[in-house]
């Protein structure tokens, strides 16, 4: 999203090019013409590319200002997933995180690979991002394995010290989230179980999946994947 200070006026023009001596002037078409959103959210835009952003105020009937300073930012890579492009991600690779992958946590993140190829959190908190996706089918599904290494810890357990794993969605780069799946205490599981929760929801969109970690119960996650799933495909619930 673009945003700026409106200084009392309620239409603009923006201009945004990927061209860094693209400069506007007073002959430029603007992409975006009289508007009245601010902020305004930018569509159609490639992955892992620098745009530069020129705004101007719309002050009366042909009437602007002159175009502000460029604004900068780049896109984050983003994967498009339908039938035939899934996403397919074992964390066999010698890098951790995996390409794309992002790890986040207060101070710092815990999530690391494992000699048999997993990836493992046992502190609090903790963040494992997956690389941004475009949703381009109806039926489309994550799944992945998981399991818990210290059960006693999670939420509803016996030493119970607030413990979660949360897997959760953002439709605007992490600004805010809606949760996907969190199981209960009586779900859970030393042993890997796969779980598959439906993307229905977010088809046509780009969005981001975050793997988090409450507490000190150990969690341990394999073989996440996101794809076109047969209609019949059990779902697992939020």
């Known amino acids: 999203q673009l945003a700026w200070t409106a200084n009392g006026q309620s239409a603009w023009d923006i201009y945004v090019t990927n061209d860094a001596t693209d400069v506007p002037d007073d002959d430029t078409t603007p992409t975006v013409a009289n508007t009245e959103d601010n902020p305004y959210s930018l569509t159609e835009l490639n992955s892992l590319t620098t745009y530069y952003v020129y705004v101007r105020t719309i002050c009366g009937e042909n009437e602007v200002s002159e175009w502000s300073n460029r604004a ?3 896109t984050k890579y983003t994967i498009t997933v339908d039938a035939d492009h899934p996403y397919t991600q074992d964390f066999s690779d010698e890098t951790f995180p995996p390409e794309c992958w992002e790890l986040g ?17 046992e502190y609090n908190p903790n963040y494992l991002y997956m690389p941004f996706l475009h949703i381009d089918a109806n039926n489309a599904v994550l799944t992945f394995k998981t399991m818990e290494s210290r ?4 939420t509803g357990g ?6 979660l794993s949360i897997v959760k969605v953002s439709t605007n780069g ?6 996907l799946w969190c199981p209960t205490y009586d779900e859970l599981t030393t042993d890997f179980k796969t779980v598959t929760l439906s993307l229905y929801d977010y088809v ?3 969005i ?4 988090e970690h409450q507490g000190h119960h150990g969690w341990t996650i394999d073989d996440v994947e996101v794809k076109v799933a047969p209609l019949e495909m059990k779902l697992d619930r939020k």
């Open 158 to 163: 016996s030493e119970n010290d607030g413990g």
């Open 204 to 206: 046509g969109q780009d």
């Open 174 to 179: 992490g600004g805010t989230w809606t949760q």
């Open 72 to 74: 900068t930012f780049t």
């Open 105 to 121: 946590g207060d101070p710092f993140s815990n999530w690391y690979q494992t000699v048999q190829g997993y990836a493992y959190t």
């Open 151 to 154: 059960i006693e810890f999670y």
């Open 208 to 211: 981001l999946i975050a793997f």
